[in-house]
């Protein structure tokens, strides 16, 4: 069984509709193209002009699902794809350049769940447009304490003159965001959020970590700046989630934290959400940029 769909005037097949990709809660592929359509407009705001990294599942969030960076032959040729080199003479990624609707409703329907994007733009892939920090807790710490740390993250961003952003990542954390001028290089980007990093370690050492490996980590939440790295990806602003419940990545202001949990929102309930609420990331491409 397949549908046609047209949007923007392109026509596609949406294979299967009733296939069911989140079991527990018998959301099919349909829904997940429903949920798509009705966040299309910030979604490819964010994404537009930046490379694209896909996670796919044909067979449901409890099948094999994989990551993939180079498009698919077989996507139609109205489908932007950009070639970006790889470091160290490793050739070139023909990455997917998620520019509008029906590119992204395509790829949801070729069962891509989660979308993510690069930090840089496909025109200057070498200098990022934004900065990330990814706040990720252990098992067992409290939302109190994790909304905690992300306000006083947030302090520290303001006092390195960055202009911080929160988003509920619809996995264990938050992400704080600012956008840069695209201006520096990655390495020194990420240098100085390490910087930053390592201060509020300094601050806080029983409660926060910059160590790598896991096992060294403890109780401790572990402040991910590794997401600010050449080639690197963070999730896309009001992707789903491969996890059960189907939460998505969603953008938050900074008032909402105390009622706001990583997965408090998604395809569920997030088109009443922006019908109540304009995008706290709306100003992303004007705030300060540092």
Request: charged share 30%; with cysteine; hydrophobic share 35%.
């Amino acid at each position: 069984m397949s549908a046609q769909l047209e949007v923007q005037g392109h026509r596609f097949e949406l294979s299967k509709p009733d296939k069911v990709l989140y079991p527990e809660e018998g959301y099919r592929k349909q829904d997940v193209v429903d949920y798509y359509r009705s966040v299309a407009g910030p979604l490819v705001a964010h994404a537009r002009g930046k490379p694209l990294t896909m996670r796919r599942f044909p067979d449901g969030i409890d099948g094999s699902g994989f990551f993939q960076k180079e498009a698919s032959d077989h996507f139609p040729d109205w489908v932007r794809v950009v070639g970006v080199p790889q470091r160290g003479d490793r050739g070139v990624v023909h990455h997917v350049v998620l520019d509008d609707e029906a590119t992204l409703l395509y790829l949801a329907g070729q069962a891509c769940l989660e979308f993510h994007i690069g930090l840089s733009t496909v025109e200057d892939p070498e200098r990022p447009v934004l900065v990330v920090l990814d706040l990720d807790p252990p098992d067992g710490t409290g939302l109190d304490e994790l909304r905690a740390v992300t306000r006083r993250t947030c302090d520290r961003f303001r006092d390195a003159g960055l202009d911080p952003h929160v988003q509920a990542t619809g996995g264990r954390g938050f992400h704080v965001a600012a956008p840069l001028r695209g201006d520096r290089e990655f390495d020194e980007v990420r240098a100085e959020l390490r910087e930053l990093a390592e201060a509020a370690v300094r601050d806080d050492p029983d409660r926060l970590t910059v160590e790598q490996r896991k096992d060294k980590r403890g109780d401790r939440i572990f402040l991910d700046t590794n997401r600010n790295g050449y080639g690197q990806t963070m999730i896309a602003p009001y992707s789903l989630r491969a996890r059960p419940g189907a939460p998505a990545a969603t953008p938050i202001d900074l008032a909402e934290l105390g009622r706001v949990g990583p997965q408090s929102y998604g395809l569920a309930n997030m088109a009443r959400r922006l019908a109540q609420k304009d995008d706290p990331w709306a100003d992303l491409g004007s705030s300060h940029r540092r």
